[in-house]
């Protein structure tokens, strides 16, 4: 009975060592069912056009132009009033008896006006040009092409066989946790 005893205790931390270290290799085994190994990660970058605004900006020519009279307006009505009188006098020389009224007041009106005209096309206003120059501008783009990150192409190695993803951000670490698909993939590929 000391024999079975002896072998007893020598075998029985064999055997929980063997235990323990099954266990161990599943679990490994499980983890690495569940991540795969990368093998490398390269950045991808894709050539895009940007804007770049910018001023553009110029003088441009400002003509005012302004009426200088010449003359005072007093002016204006005297020489109304002179042609008025002129009129006048030729009309009063032209009626007899009772239209000679009509005649003098017509004379007056018609050389009034010819006195008015005469004025305004003798002393028409002198026009006068100011120039000045203004700064405009405006916006206007220019393009230039600039390399913007896409993502990372990451191959990696999942049961043995070599697999590529596109992904947004680069991955953290030497493992990839491996999701459903790529599981699914594999027992495809198998």
Same mark, same amino acid.
């Given at each position: %009975? =000391? =024999?079975?005893?002896i072998a007893g205790a020598v075998a029985a931390p064999l055997i929980a060592g063997a235990t +323990? /270290? /099954?266990y161990k290799y599943y679990q490994t085994s499980q983890a690495d069912n569940n991540r795969a190994r990368i093998i490398t990660v390269a950045a991808v970058t #894709? %050539?895009? #056009?940007v804007a770049v605004p910018r001023q553009e900006c110029w003088q441009e020519k400002v003509v005012k132009v302004k009426k200088k009279k010449t003359e005072s307006e007093s002016w204006k009505v005297g020489a109304t009033a002179l042609g008025a009188a002129i009129g006048g006098a030729i009309g009063n020389q +032209?009626?007899?008896g009772r239209g000679n009224d009509a005649a003098t007041v017509a004379g007056a009106a018609v050389g009034g006006k010819i006195g008015h005209d005469i004025y305004k096309d003798t002393h028409k206003p002198e026009k006068v040009e100011q120039v000045s120059y203004e700064q405009k501008c405006k916006t206007v783009n220019d393009y230039r092409t600039e390399e913007k990150p896409a993502g990372y192409d990451v191959t990696y190695e999942y049961q043995g066989k070599t697999y590529t993803t596109h992904m947004d951000e680069a991955p953290q670490g030497e493992y990839l946790p +491996? !999701?459903? !698909?790529?599981?699914?993939?594999? !027992?495809?590929a198998s």
């Open positions: %009975m =000391n =024999n079975l005893f +323990v /270290g /099954g #894709k %050539m895009e #056009k +032209v009626g007899h +491996v !999701e459903t !698909e790529v599981k699914l993939k594999a !027992e495809a």
